[in-house]
């Protein structure tokens, strides 16, 4: 296993309106941090009904108010236009192999400044860029936990102003 020497944190997200609000959150951080600018990759792990589409929808409704964000799992990426970047929302569950991406552009696709939030990254494992930070939402009671892992100093940079 390889060793991450950055940090990771927790929270409790007993509902949804909580994962909106972390949502939002993270969203003006890493709009504040001029370093996030270049490009800002975030994996979300979690099962099936976790709550990364619900998190996602939060996050791009937080740059782009009322936008209409319907879950990519057919079309495997969104793109939202924001007037200072462009944010990627992908949804990998339906890719078969990860060339697919290779296929559909993604080295072309990010190029900064932009924001990608990923889905199911495991499935784009080798193809993707490197994340900055991963998000894994887990069933907790009703709701749900939050553990977060910076991967870079970026990440470590956000995770750090995210307090706890
Ligand atoms: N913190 C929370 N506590 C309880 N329920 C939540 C919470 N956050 C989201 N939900 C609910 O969980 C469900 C999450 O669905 P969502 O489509 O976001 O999952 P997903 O992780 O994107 O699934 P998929 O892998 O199928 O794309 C929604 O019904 C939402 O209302
Ligand atoms: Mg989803």
Redesign the pocket.
Known sequence: MIHNPYSSKKWP????S??ALFAQTLAKLCETLEAATPGLVVY?Q????????????AFIQTFLPGQRVK?P?YTLVETYATPVFTLYHF?L?RLCEAEELEYIGIRDLLVPPFMALI??PSKGQGVLPKADLIMS?TRLG???E?SLQACSELGEALLDKLGS
């Open positions: 997200l007993p509902d949804e909580r994962t979300l979690g099962d099936l009904g976790a709550g990364k589409t619900s998190f996602s929808r879950s799992t949804d569950y889905e199911w939402l009703e709701g749900r939050l």
